[in-house]
């Protein structure tokens, strides 16, 4: 009669084990689904509250890229040194995002990785100036879609990523438990954040192409989103990998901003 009492009761804790886990599993589905509909003008704390709520339950590809931030801080531009660079970018922004307006059509083979762009309010960019980098780095032949496996679609609400370009503490805050420092981007889930103080003044390496290193970084942390992992330099002198953090240095490599 003991034994079967055991045996009773421990056929009870594991029905309750499992009604646990499924009423967790459907808590973390209704959070996701939240969390995808959201708009991008959300402010700061609902959408890193949203993050931290569904890192227990990563989709495929993984949740979180590899962390951006080796134990040493990134190589700073100095902006006296080349007038062009001169932006005046705020530590913190205002935690608001404005989506750009409108659509692209769709860019590559199969089934499109939708996107939105949205610009920090108090930073000196405006949508309009940031989603048509975006747009022609995805669309560029050079870039993801030479494959033919990849493909892209800027939309109106409703994306599979949000390309958000923030100040850097609110870079930190939606990055987090990444560890950017105020000095990188990264990706994070849904969020490719894009840290403005790159933006605004790219990396020694790049030697002023803002335009090539802008590049870089979208594709880059793109390709996180489409479950690249890092890789190394391949040895001195040679071009790059653009999964490479570059932003740290390009140990011997060549400046690379495209993944083919």
């Known amino acids: 009669m003991e034994d079967m009492d055991r045996t009773n009761q421990a056929t009870v804790g594991r029905r309750r084990g499992a009604a646990l886990a499924a009423a967790g599993v459907a808590l973390a589905v209704t959070v996701v689904v939240v969390f995808v509909q959201r708009d991008d003008d959300s402010s700061t704390a609902e959408v890193a509250g949203t993050l931290t709520a569904t890192s227990s339950s990563p989709p495929s590809p993984p949740t979180r890229s590899p962390s951006p931030s080796p134990s040493t801080d990134p190589p700073e531009v100095d902006p006296e040194r080349n007038p062009r660079q001169r932006v005046d970018i705020p530590e913190r922004g205002r935690g608001r995002f404005e989506r750009a307006p409108g659509r692209r059509p769709q860019v590559g083979r199969g089934t499109a990785l939708r996107y939105t762009v949205a610009v920090e309010r108090g930073l000196p960019y405006a949508p309009a100036d940031v989603a048509p980098v975006v747009d022609a780095t995805l669309a560029d032949p050079r870039g993801w879609t030479k494959d ?12 599979d990523i949000r390309v958000l370009l ?6 930190d805050e939606l990055c987090a438990p990444l560890q950017t420092r105020g000095r990188v981007s990264c990706r994070n889930g849904a969020l490719v954040v894009l840290n403005a103080r790159r933006w605004a003044y790219g990396i020694p390496d790049y ?7 802008r590049q870089y970084v979208v594709n880059h942390e793109v390709g996180h989103a489409l479950g690249a992992g890092h890789v190394e330099c391949p040895g001195p002198g040679r071009r790059a990998p653009l999964m490479q953090q570059q932003s740290y240095g390009l140990d011997g490599c060549r400046p690379n901003a495209w993944p083919r």
């Open 166 to 171: 923030a100040s850097p503490d609110t870079t």
């Open 207 to 213: 030697d002023g192409d803002l335009r090539r290193y």
């Open 148 to 159: 033919g496996l990849h493909a892209f679609r800027r939309v109106p609400q409703r994306p």
